[in-house]
């Protein structure tokens, strides 16, 4: 699959609208509205694994958080704030 992704105009869907959705199954393809991109069309299986993707992602982050909290929970680097303005 080419890094680049296929582009096709609003009205070649209205013309070719299946050969759109035959490309669509092979990547992302860019539908361009007077010359701007406007919306891309792609497979469900490839929008299901770009979620999974995102989500594992998000699940990371909030496992790095975690450990950081608790490796400076652990060295007493923590503090109570009552609020902001304690904070800063």
């Known amino acids: 699959m080419s890094l680049i992704p296929q582009t096709v105009s609003a009205r070649d ?50 496992l790095e958080a975690l450990e950081k909290y608790n490796i400076d929970k652990k060295a007493g680097k923590l503090i109570r704030a009552r609020s902001l303005k304690e904070f800063l």
């Open 13 to 62: 869907i209205q013309r070719h609208y299946r050969d759109v959705f035959t490309t669509a199954q092979k990547g992302p393809v860019v539908v361009m509205t007077n010359n701007k991109p406007d919306v891309v069309i792609m497979s469900v299986a490839k929008a299901e694994d770009l979620f999974k993707k995102a989500k594992q992602a998000e699940l990371d982050r909030i």
